[in-house]
C-alpha cells in the first residue's frame, strides 16, 4: 500500500541562492549549490514572481549592479535586491513595507562602511543607446535603440549618492510586482467557471521594440 504525506505548503522568505548560503554558513554543512536545490522538501516552494532564473528587467538588473560592486568594495553588507529588501522592509512582501507606509520600518536603510573615495569602483549598467543601422531589407540608414551593457567606472561617494537617488523608484517598482502578483493570487483563487484569466506580460526588455505601437493600442491609433 502506499503512503501519503500530507504537508502544508510553505513559501521561502528567499532565494534558493541566498538560503544556500546562509545554510552552509550556519550549519557548517558542505554541500554544493545544485544538491542543496535537489533536496529541497516538496512543500516548500518559492513565490513565482520570485523566480531568479528568468531574466530581470533593467531597473532590477542595475539596482543590482550597484547593490554588487558597492558589495565587493566591502561598503555595504547585500549584494542583490533581495537581501536589501530583507534590510529594509519588515516583510518583502508586504504592500506597505513596500510604500515606505509602515512605521516599522519606514526608516530602515543601508549602513555605509567606511571607505576610500581616491579608489574608484567598476560597475554594470544596462543603457539603452540609439544606433544608426542601414536596413538589409530597404538599404536606408534607421536609427534603433539597442540596450547594451556598459562597464563603468564611479568614484565610490558617487556611486552610493546614484544608489540612494534610485531607492524611491526602486521600492515603487518593487511595490508594483508584488501588487500585481497578490491582485493575480486573489482573483485566480475566487474565479467563477465563467472567467478566465490571461496574463501578458510586457517585459521592459521589449520596451523599445513596443513603445510606440503600445501608445497606439492605447489611443486607438490617433
Ligand atoms: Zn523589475
Ligand atoms: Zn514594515
Known amino acids: 500500500m ?119 569602483l567598476t560597475y554594470s549598467k544596462w543603457e539603452s543607446v540609439r544606433q544608426d543601422i542601414i536596413d538589409p531589407k530597404t538599404k536606408k540608414t534607421r536609427t534603433v535603440t539597442k540596450c547594451v551593457k556598459s562597464i563603468l567606472q564611479i568614484k565610490p561617494r558617487d556611486l552610493i549618492m546614484d544608489l540612494e537617488s534610485k531607492m524611491q523608484k526602486f521600492f515603487h517598482h518593487e511595490l508594483n510586482k508584488v501588487h500585481q502578483y497578490n491582485a493575480m493570487q486573489t482573483k485566480q483563487q475566487c474565479l467563477t467557471e465563467y472567467e478566465a484569466i490571461i496574463h501578458v506580460d510586457f517585459s521592459e526588455n521589449y520596451q523599445t521594440k513596443y513603445a510606440e505601437e503600445i501608445q497606439s493600442f492605447h489611443f486607438g491609433g490617433s
Open 2 to 120: 502506499r503512503q501519503f504525506e500530507s504537508k502544508q505548503k510553505r513559501v521561502m522568505q528567499d532565494t534558493l541562492l541566498n538560503l544556500h548560503k546562509r545554510f552552509v554558513k550556519e550549519t557548517g554543512i558542505k554541500v554544493s549549490y545544485p544538491m542543496f536545490c535537489k533536496l529541497r522538501p516538496f512543500w516548500i516552494i518559492q513565490r513565482r514572481c520570485d523566480d531568479r532564473n528568468t531574466y530581470l528587467c533593467v531597473t532590477h538588473s542595475n539596482f543590482d549592479f550597484i547593490l554588487e560592486s558597492l558589495y565587493n568594495a566591502k561598503i555595504i553588507s547585500t549584494s542583490n535586491y533581495v537581501d536589501f529588501l530583507n534590510q529594509t522592509c519588515c516583510y518583502r512582501f508586504n504592500e506597505q513595507c513596500l510604500s515606505r507606509k509602515c512605521k516599522m520600518c519606514l526608516n530602515k536603510s543601508l549602513h555605509y562602511k567606511e571607505f576610500d573615495d581616491s579608489i574608484p
